[in-house]
T-cell receptor, first 114, second 115 residues
Framework: GENVEQHPSTLSVQEGDSAVIKCTYS??????FPWYKQELGKRPQLIID?????GEKKDQRIAVTLNKTAKHFSLHITETQPEDSAVYFC?????????????FGTGTRLLVSP | EAQVTQNPRYLITVTGKKLTVTCSQN?????MSWYRQDPGLGLRQIYY???????DKGDVPEGYKVSRKEKRNFPLILESPSPNQTSLYFC??????????????FGPGTRLLVL
């Protein structure tokens, strides 16, 4: 089955810096890669996603890149702000099982210091 | 308001005492799923349901049961809870899980402590 690895597990940056979180996946049939943000005590919420027919997607300060050949995808946050502090999860959805099975990475705790 | 709800939000129980965590969605979603979240392990799928009366095991189903008698509800049942089931549980749903490229919407979570 699918296996998703996520790095780093913790990331500390200064406000205004950029942050990059990287994930690798094992199943070449995976074709959907969402990123979730989980604030302390809250539920995971989708912040951006990318499908396998696209190499990059951007939404204001966040962007995701996908390299299907290498089977890795990354989340980029520019001009970080304290409110970006949260745990971020990547996930990969495999298609060959006939239904949506999201396999999550282990999470990255991002701390943005003022 | 479109949402996924869970009850209870917090629960402390003792080993062996059966409990049920309810999950309900009002978006007419076909696909529903349960996850547990543990430090350093991320979110792991327990069970999922493609539609009414269609359920299947996820990655960590041991010690859990589910049912899907109605489209909107997907309760998680712990017949005989054990301390290793202490965790944060999330229910999630999506419109049609078979499309394989859909956003999953999460409930608020249920924090369970088994003594």
């Amino acid at each position: 089955g699918e296996n998703v690895e996520q790095h780093p597990s913790t990331l500390s940056v200064q406000e205004g810096d950029s942050a990059v979180i990287k994930c690798t996946y094992s199943d070449s049939a995976s074709n959907y890669f969402p990123w979730y943000k989980q604030e302390l005590g809250k539920r995971p919420q989708l912040i951006i996603d990318i499908r396998s027919n696209v190499g990059e997607k951007k939404d204001q300060r966040i962007a995701v890149t996908l390299n299907k050949t290498a089977k890795h995808f990354s989340l980029h946050i520019t001009e970080t702000q304290p409110e970006d502090s949260a745990v971020y999860f990547c996930a990969a959805s495999s298609m060959n099982t006939g239904f949506q099975k999201l396999v999550f990475g282990t999470g990255t705790r991002l701390l943005v210091s003022p | 308001e479109a949402q996924v709800t869970q009850n209870p939000r917090y629960l402390i129980t003792v080993t062996g005492k059966k409990l049920t965590v309810t999950c309900s969605q009002n978006m007419n979603h076909e696909y529903m799923s349960w996850y547990r979240q543990d430090p350093g392990l991320g979110l792991r799928q327990i069970y999922y349901s493609m539609n009414v009366e269609v359920t299947d095991k996820g990655d960590v189903p041991e010690g859990y049961k589910v049912s899907r008698k109605e489209k909107r509800n997907f309760p998680l049942i712990l017949e005989s809870p054990s301390p290793n089931q202490t965790s944060l549980y999330f229910c999630a749903s999506s419109l049609n899980g078979g499309l394989s490229q859909e956003t999953q919407y999460f409930g608020p979570g249920t924090r369970l402590l088994v003594l």
